[in-house]
């Protein structure tokens, strides 16, 4: 190698940078030991600002395009340098590329909860994570503030950073929206945005802003979710009293279709609960209406004290009125009934053993029941 090519290698001709990877912020142009020769082409492509740094000073800096270095487009470096009268000699300093471009797909969460008072559950614990996107604003205030020296600035770097500034400034967000648990998810996109502001309010002193921020999911602990989960069981079953009656009528269908199956087990479930509730209105009915006990006669003589058997199962029967099927009743249920004009021959009745439904008229086993009906009035 002659002389004039080993002097032609100490100079820099070309300045710039072809970013390939997808996490780098800030590049620093390896000069090494190398002048930057006076003339020499700086490319500065979309995205990206380039930033001359003379002895820990920053000097210039150029947006998007394409510069010859010399002194007139360098009249930082040209005052620190000392140059006068248009002196074009090789120069060396720092050149850092700062990449202006969004980093999309960086994520946060919450480590911890976030301890909030709600109006209606009182407080509570919330969880929440998403994703947001950052980017340079302000070059040289990035270079002052974060990278220093560092010759390949990286996401990595900064990211921690700004998950904490996240975290602390997402409790404050959702205290301030003013917004129920219950509604959160409806207004997240609402709440982003105002991090967002937050945050690159924030940010402006290191030259970051973050123009995307997004509340992927706000989740509550476990248990508030099971109560939460029973808390809407609840709303849907609704009238507790018509739910119970619908339950029985249905496993006595089952057990009409399975005789002996394990639907036995739910006969017995489902007529309980009904039956129970059952039993308690009409206690509660015979308190209200039964006459008051009177004294037995002074010589009345005192009946044998025996046990009486036990009575005999009795068929339970179910009858439709308007549309809506009512019971269990017995035989004595069914008289009441028909007392009551509920119960006709044209009314729809079903019990266990039965296919379908089929008007009490033509059911042999209410005759008794259906015979209480006093005929109708004489004409005057």
């Known amino acids: 190698m002659g002389l004039m090519d080993r002097l032609r290698g100490e100079f820099v001709d070309i300045v710039e940078w072809l970013d390939d990877s997808r996490d780098t912020i800030v590049w620093r142009f390896p000069r090494y030991q190398n002048e930057i020769k006076m003339g020499a082409k ?6 990206q600002t380039a930033v001359f740094v003379n002895e820990g000073q920053i000097a210039d800096a150029f947006p998007p395009g394409t510069y010859t270095l010399e002194t007139r487009n360098l009249p930082i470096l040209s005052t620190l340098k000392g140059w006068k009268y248009g002196f074009n000699s090789p120069f060396k300093a ?19 909860p976030v301890i909030l008072r709600d109006a209606e ?25 974060l990278v ?47 991090l967002a ?29 099971r109560a939460l989960d029973k808390r809407t069981s609840m709303g849907a079953v609704g009238d507790l009293d018509r739910f119970t009656q619908f339950q029985a009528a249905t496993a006595l269908e089952e057990a009409a279709r399975n005789p002996g199956g394990e639907a036995g087990a739910g006969v017995g479930l489902g007529m ?19 006459p008051a006990p009177q004294a037995p006669a002074a010589h009345a003589p005192t009946p044998p004290s025996a046990e009486p058997p036990p009575l005999p199962n009795q068929t339970q029967w179910f009858i439709g009125v308007d549309g809506q099927r009512q019971g269990p009743f017995d035989l004595g249920g069914l008289a009441a009934q028909v007392a009551a004009g509920t119960l006709g021959p044209d009314t729809l009745a079903w019990r266990s053993g039965m296919a379908q439904w089929q008007p009490a008229g033509q059911l042999p086993e209410l005759a008794s029941v259906l015979a209480s009906v006093p005929p109708p009035l004489p004409p005057r």
Do not use: C
């Open 272 to 290: 309980g609960m009904a039956m129970g509730q059952q039993m308690a209105r009409t206690m509660a009915g015979e308190t209200q209406h039964a």
């Open 197 to 225: 502001g937050v945050l690159t309010a924030e940010l402006a002193e290191v030259g970051i802003a973050i123009p995307t921020f997004v509340i992927e999911n706000i989740s509550v602990p476990p248990e508030v979710e």
């Open 42 to 47: 700086l490319i500065v492509r979309e995205s």
């Open 121 to 145: 559950f009182g407080v509570v614990r919330l969880r929440a994570f998403g994703a947001y996107a950052a980017r340079v604003v302000d070059a040289q205030r990035l270079l002052r503030e």
């Open 94 to 112: 720092e050149v850092y590329f700062v990449n202006t471009r969004q980093f999309t797909e960086m994520k946060w969460g919450t480590q911890n």
């Open 148 to 194: 220093g020296t560092d010759p390949q600035f990286r996401t990595e770097e900064v990211q921690e950073y700004l998950r904490q500034l996240i975290v602390g400034r997402l409790g404050g967000a959702l205290a301030t929206a003013g917004v129920p648990l219950l509604d959160l998810a409806a207004h997240q996109d609402a709440i982003g945005r105002r």
